[in-house]
């Protein structure tokens, strides 16, 4: 089966320029994550999707970020206008609606705003 | 909220065991996930506790205790390729499939 699948690998711009990531979930999974990971906050979540309604976004930074999840096989983060402090490694993940069932995370985006 | 506290470091040797512990403190707690980290890649799933005790699989165990806000990662046999950081991470009280992460332990394992 395949995995999280997450695009582009990496991603160099300069900044002011719009970012857009991009994420196809697990066939079958109910609840889609975004994520950052940078070596000084660690993992944090950004916004995450159940039945691709957004249920909580608290942990967007502002409201530079964007995230979008039109059907159940697609979801993308936009960033406009980036900044250099967004560089960082952005993980998409998805899960079952079940208890105990875990999170199964894409193999992320490398960004890097110049 | 949710605070989860783990060492940042740690070396061992290989052959060895090593034990990894966390804490948190929550405002509500639906189960406790350990996932593996190598550099530059995604985390991988390794555990999942809910009700107190000692899960085992293979080399790797690991322990909960709710009334203490407790976990702790037991790896055994270590081998080189166990170098890698281990992400301790809480799942929210409420209703989905909310986790919140730790820091992570950086783990180093020599000869």
């Known amino acids: 089966d395949a995995g999280v699948i997450q695009s582009p690998r990496h991603e160099v711009t300069e900044m002011g320029q719009e970012v857009t990531l991009r994420c196809k979930p697990i066939s079958g999974h109910d609840y889609l994550f975004w994520y950052r990971q940078t070596m000084m906050r660690g993992l944090e979540l950004l916004i995450y999707?159940?039945?691709?309604?957004?249920?909580?976004d608290s942990g967007m930074p502002e409201d530079r970020f964007s995230a979008k999840m039109p059907n159940a096989s697609f979801s993308t983060l936009k960033i406009q206008p980036s900044e250099p402090r967004d560089s960082a490694v952005y993980f998409c993940a998805s899960s079952h609606d079940r208890v105990g069932k875990p999170q199964h995370f894409g193999d992320g985006t490398r960004l890097s705003i110049l | 909220g949710q605070n989860i506290d783990q060492p940042t470091e740690m070396t061992a040797t290989e052959g060895a065991i090593v034990q990894i512990n966390c804490t948190y403190q929550?405002?509500?707690?639906?189960?406790l996930f350990w996932y593996q980290q190598h550099a530059g890649e995604a985390p991988t799933f390794l555990s999942y506790?809910?009700?107190?005790g000692l899960e085992e699989k293979g080399r790797f165990s690991s322990f909960l205790s709710r009334s203490k806000g407790y976990s702790y990662l037991l790896l055994k046999e270590l081998q080189m390729k166990d170098s890698a950081s281990y992400l301790c991470a809480v799942r929210d009280g409420g209703g989905g499939n909310k986790l919140t992460f730790g820091t992570g332990t950086q783990l180093k394992v020599e000869l």
């Open positions: 929550t405002s509500g707690f639906n189960g």
């Open positions: 506790n809910v009700l107190d």
């Open positions: 999707f159940n039945n691709n309604v957004p249920i909580d």
